[in-house]
Nanobody, 118 residues
């Protein structure tokens, strides 16, 4: 079984930066997509950033130019670097790894709170 353990959340002032980590226990082998989602209270979960196995990235419009998704395959760890944080970025952030096909899986992290407030 694979578990995704997130870390790096916390309280930060507007304009500050945080880097979230998503470490996989055990081997996740190959994946098709790694993504970061966020969910604010009373709102539905939204995709923030995604990274394909081929290195393609996608970001929701509101974070373009501020957030960077990456991964370190040797460490089985994904990252979300968040710069110039805004109050509207406040949410619980979840990482996800997804594979489709014969050996499909869909794993989620436990979530980490990011609060942007002065």
């Amino acid at each position: 079984q694979v578990q995704l353990v997130e870390s790096g959340g916390g309280l930060v002032q507007p304009g500050g930066s945080l880097t979230l980590s998503c470490a996989a226990s055990g081997s996740i082998f190959s994946i098709n997509l790694m993504g970061w989602y966020r969910q604010a209270p009373g709102k539905q979960r939204e995709l923030v950033a995604a990274l394909s196995s081929g290195g393609r990235t996608n970001y929701t419009e509101s974070v373009k130019g501020r957030f960077t998704i990456s991964r370190d395959n040797a460490k089985n760890t994904g990252y979300l670097q968040m710069n110039n944080l805004k109050p509207e970025d406040t949410a619980v952030y979840y990482c996800r790894v997804l594979r489709w096909g014969d050996t499909q899986f869909d794993y989620w992290g436990q979530g980490t709170q990011v609060t942007v407030s002065s």
